[in-house]
C-alpha cells in the first residue's frame, strides 16, 4: 500500500489521461493545434503521449515527467542520477520491472520506494499492489522518466558478467562437443556450431542493446592478437567497454554478417550493409562495415536511431545571425548550399535538418547519399552504388531528368561531381551539398582546384558552412568557476570584433566558465550528447568580386570577418561562456 493508504490502483483510476492534455495545455508548454494532432498520432500508434512529445522534442522529457508529477500528485525523482544498489533492484522479479516499466530505487527494510514510468498504467499499479500485499511491504510510488528508468536498470545488467555467463555456457557446450564422438558424416565446421548457439546471439545482442542504453554512436569489434575488443563511441570519444577471447571472433562476426545479409565466407574484401532491431520500443537501423585486418575483420556498427526525429536547426546550434542567414538562404529558389567539415562532423545530419524543413507537398525534393542514413518521408532519396556504375555523377545526371526542384548530393568528390552540381544550381535548381575542407572558405578553393571556373562560383554559390562537433556539458554537474586572468584576456581578444547580437548571453566584462565534474547520469564523464560550433559564409558582393579575381583563401577571409561572420572557435567559445560546451571542448576540435 502507498504511504497515503489509497490502494496504488486507484491513482489511475481517479486520474483521466485526457485531463492531463488540457493541463499541458495550462502550462503554455504546447498550443492547442499541436497537442491535438500529437494526441491523434498517439492513439493511432498505440503510444504514450508523453513520450511522442520528447521524441519530437517541443519539450524536454524531465519537463515533461515534472508536469506528469504535478498533475498525478505524485513526487518526482530523477534516477538519471541515483545509483540503485543491486540487492534492491533484486526485490522484484526482473520480468515485472520490464514488463510494466517500474522500478524499485530504495528500501529501509519496510518501505519499499517504487518509480513509475507511466501513472495511468492501471495494469503496472494493479501488480504493484498485488506485489505490496504478497511482501507485505509499505510502498511509496514516485514518478521517473524514460531515460532515468533506463538508467536505474542497467545497474543491474553490466556488460561484462552477461558475457562472462554467455562465454561459460560456449565453453561448457565445446567442451561437451569435443567429448562425443564425432560422425563421420557431421562435416559442419566447429565455428558453425557456435554460431548456431544461443550464447553467441546473446553475446551480440548483449553488445547492441549496452550500445543503446549508453547512447552510443558507433560499435567497434576490433580483434587483436590474442583477445577481441568492443568499444563504444559515445558524444565523439571512444570508449573501450568489453574485451572476450579471440575464439569467439569468427562466431559474432559471422552472428552480424548473418544479420546484414553479407557473405560469410568471404573474409578478404571489406563489405558493407545493414539490419533494423527493435529494442525497448526504440527502431534502430545499423550501418555495417566490415575490414580485414592482419588479426582478423573488424566490424564497425553505425547506429541510427529512427525514433529521434530529425533535429531543427536551433537544436543543431545554428543560432542567431547564423540561424538567419542560413533561413534566408535555403529559401532562394536556386543556387548552391555546401556544408564543409572532416568525416564525422555532423554534416550529413545539418543537410537532413534543412530538407526536413524544405519538406512539403508541393515541392520534389530527390538527394544521392552514399549510403542512406535516414529516412524521410516524402523525400526520394538514392543510394550510390559505385559497383554496377552508380556514381554521384552518374547519378546526378539521372536525377535532372527526375524533375527535381531541390537536390540533395551527399559529397562532391571529384570534378565531374563538382561540374554538374554547379551546372544543376545555375539551371534552377537549389543544390545542397558538402565538402571536405577545414573551413569555409577553403570551399572556393577547393572547387576552383577541381576545375570550376571562377564566374561559374560567383554564379551558383549561396553560402558554405563550416562545422565541427563538441559535447555539451551535462546539466546535473556543470559548476561555474572564476575564469583566470589570462584567459579572460585571451577570450575578450578573441570576441572583440563579433557581432553584439550573436553575444546575447554573454557579459565580456563578467566572464565565467563551467567545469564538469561527472555524475551518475552523464557516466562521470562530465558531458551529454553533443552540438554543433559553426561558421558560415554567404556569397557577398566583395566576396564575389575577390573570388572572381582570384584572390587568396586569407583574403576572402578577411573579408567574411568584415562582413560579420563568427568563426567556428568564436562560436564555440560563447558557447563555452553559455555554459553550453567547454573551454577544452572548444580547442579540442578546432585546433589546427
Not at 547506429?303 to 537544436?315: E, F, I, N, R
Not at 565538402?435 to 562560383?457: E, K, S, Y
Amino acid at each position: 500500500m502507498p504511504a497515503n493508504d489509497k490502494p496504488i490502483a486507484q491513482l489511475a483510476g481517479s486520474q483521466v489521461r485526457s485531463d492531463f492534455e488540457n493541463y499541458l495545455l495550462q502550462s503554455g508548454k504546447l498550443d492547442r493545434d499541436k497537442l491535438l494532432q500529437l494526441s491523434s498520432r498517439a492513439k493511432e500508434a498505440g503510444q504514450s503521449l508523453v513520450e511522442l512529445i520528447v521524441a519530437e522534442r517541443l519539450v524536454g522529457e524531465e519537463d515533461l515527467v515534472k508536469l506528469e508529477a504535478e498533475y498525478f500528485h505524485i513526487p518526482y525523482i530523477d534516477l538519471r542520477a541515483h545509483i540503485t544498489p543491486k540487492e534492491i533492484l533484486d526485490l522484484m522479479p526482473q520480468s515485472s520491472i520490464a514488463n510494466y516499466r517500474f522500478v524499485p530505487f530504495a528500501f529501509d527494510g519496510k518501505t519499499l520506494k517504487v518509480a513509475l514510468t507511466d501513472p495511468s498504467d492501471l495494469r503496472a499499479l494493479e501488480a504493484l499492489e498485488f506485489f505490496a500485499q504478497k511482501k507485505r511491504y509499505v510502498v511509496e510510488i514516485y514518478l521517473t522518466s524514460i531515460t532515468g528508468f533506463q538508467h536505474a536498470i542497467s545497474q543491474a545488467k553490466d556488460i561484462s558478467t552477461e558475457v562472462s555467463t554467455a562465454l561459460e555456457d560456449i565453453a561448457k557446450r565445446e567442451k561437451e562437443f569435443q567429448e562425443k564422438r564425432v560422425k563421420e558424416t557431421d562435416k559442419a565446421p566447429q565455428s558453425e556450431k557456435i554460431i548456431s548457439a544461443a550464447p553467441i546471439s546473446k553475446i551480440v545482442d548483449v553488445i547492441i542493446r549496452h550500445a543503446i542504453e549508453e547512447r552510443a554512436s558507433d560499435i567497434h569489434i576490433e580483434p587483436g592478437e590474442h583477445d577481441l575488443r568492443v568499444r563504444y563511441r559515445v558524444d565523439g570519444v571512444l570508449q573501450s567497454s568489453l574485451v572476450v577471447p579471440k575464439s569467439v571472433h569468427p562466431a559474432i562476426i559471422s552472428r552480424i554478417k548473418i544479420l546484414s545479409n553479407l557473405k560469410i565466407d568471404e573474409q578478404r574484401l571489406p563489405q558493407d550493409g545493414r539490419f533494423h532491431m527493435q529494442i525497448d520500443k526504440i527502431s534502430v537501423d545499423f550501418r555495417v562495415s566490415t575490414l580485414p585486418t592482419v588479426n582478423g575483420e573488424k566490424v564497425v556498427l553505425r547506429v541510427l536511431d529512427k525514433t529521434s526525429g530529425v533535429p531543427t536547426l536551433a537544436q543543431l546550434g545554428i543560432l542567431g545571425r547564423k540561424q538567419k542567414t542560413v533561413e534566408e538562404n535555403i529559401k532562394k529558389p536556386h543556387g548552391m548550399f555546401l556544408v564543409t567539415g572532416p568525416t564525422g562532423s555532423g554534416k550529413s545530419t545539418t543537410l537532413y535538418s534543412i530538407l526536413n524543413k524544405l519538406n512539403r507537398v508541393g515541392v520534389n525534393i530527390v538527394t544521392l547519399e552514399d549510403p542512406v542514413e535516414y529516412y524521410i518521408e516524402g523525400i526520394n532519396q538514392s543510394q550510390v552504388k559505385p559497383e554496377i556504375g552508380m556514381t554521384f555523377a552518374s547519378g546526378l545526371r539521372s536525377i535532372l531528368r527526375q524533375d527535381p526542384n531541390i537536390i540533395m548530393v551527399g559529397e562532391i568528390r571529384d570534378a565531374e561531381t563538382a561540374e554538374l552540381a554547379v551546372h544543376s544550381a545555375l539551371t534552377g535548381h537549389l543544390v545542397f551539398s558538402t565538402l571536405h575542407t577545414n573551413d569555409a572558405v577553403g570551399a572556393i578553393p577547393r572547387l576552383i582546384d577541381m576545375g570550376i571556373d571562377p564566374f561559374l562560383i560567383i554564379a551558383s554559390l549561396n553560402v558554405v558552412m563550416a562545422q565541427r562537433l563538441v559535447r555539451r556539458s551535462c546539466e546535473e554537474c556543470k559548476r561555474t568557476f572564476s575564469v583566470p586572468a589570462q584567459v579572460v584576456k585571451d577570450l575578450t581578444e578573441e570576441l572583440k570584433d563579433v557581432p553584439e547580437d550573436e553575444m546575447l548571453g554573454v557579459d565580456l566584462k563578467d566572464l565565467h566558465l563551467y567545469k564538469n565534474e561527472g555524475c551518475a547520469a552523464c557516466n562521470n564523464t562530465g558531458f551529454r550528447g553533443r552540438i554543433g560550433i559553426y561558421e558560415v559564409v554567404p556569397a557577398t558582393k566583395p566576396i564575389q568580386e575577390l573570388i572572381l579575381n582570384k584572390e587568396s583563401g586569407n583574403k576572402i577571409f578577411a573579408q567574411a570577418r568584415k562582413d560579420g561572420m563568427v568563426t567556428m572557435k568564436q562560436d564555440g567559445f560563447i558557447k563555452a561562456l553559455k555554459g553550453i560546451t567547454s573551454l577544452e571542448e572548444v580547442y579540442r576540435v578546432t585546433k589546427v
